[in-house]
């Protein structure tokens, strides 16, 4: 008789502790799951791409507002520096790594990306703020003139197989980028060199002057002033071997 009570009393206690196990587990995915809840971070579409001047503004406002939501507008402050050390160094790259992704994907319009690269955007460049002050550069001045816009798709277009020499190419080159400072076009003094360097024809017939002038491009030594004494010399040499043959 005491080992049935005693059976009956380690079964009860056993039952006991697997019912409070479960209940204790079946809490744990309820307060899980009321956490997950409240507070998982909400999530708001990208900004509309940008189209051009004419949106600008409406897109800087959206841009900025998206960032206030997910409190990363402080990424494109001037003050912005990376932590030496510790666990914010990584926290500090993953947002600002953020921010660049939704900047980015806001600049997918191919006029806007042409319209960036002649202003020599880096499409790499890892700090928002230098591409975002780029395009409030570029496009708050209005390039929606009708006049202003014709004279730079015809500068974006312009290509050396177009023209009968690289004379008649640099002459309408120039006269383009006149044109346009003219109309009241705000460029750096270095607008329109990726532009020429891919358009002038170099890298099929002079290979090695257009690896070398690449290569000043990219540590920021090649100016629009010493590309067209380049290519001056190029028309020279092309010139000199045209009246060689019509002697022959």
Known sequence: ?????????????????????????????????????????????????????????????FFLRCLDFYGLSFYLKDDVREPLIGPGKDDWKKQRARVNYILLSTLTDPDVIVTLKLYNWNIKEEDPKVTYDLVKRVFAHGTSNDNCGKLFS?????????????????????????????EGWKFDPDFGLTTVLDACGMKGNYPDLHAKLLEEWTMNRLTWEDLMKD????????RTKDRKRSLV
């Open 1 to 61: 008789m005491p080992d049935i009570v005693i059976d009956i009393t380690t079964g009860c206690i056993a039952l006991f502790c697997v019912t409070m196990y479960v209940l204790a587990y079946l809490a744990r995915l309820l307060d899980n799951f009321k956490k997950g809840v409240l507070y998982q971070t909400p999530t708001l579409p990208l900004p509309p791409f940008l189209k051009g001047p004419d949106d600008l503004e409406l897109w800087d406002m």
């Open 154 to 182: 015809d500068f974006v277009a312009l290509r050396r197989d177009q023209c009968a020499s690289m004379g008649e190419y640099l002459h309408r080159l120039q006269f383009l980028r006149d044109q346009l400072h003219e």
């Open 231 to 238: 290519l001056r010399t190029v028309n020279f040499q092309e």
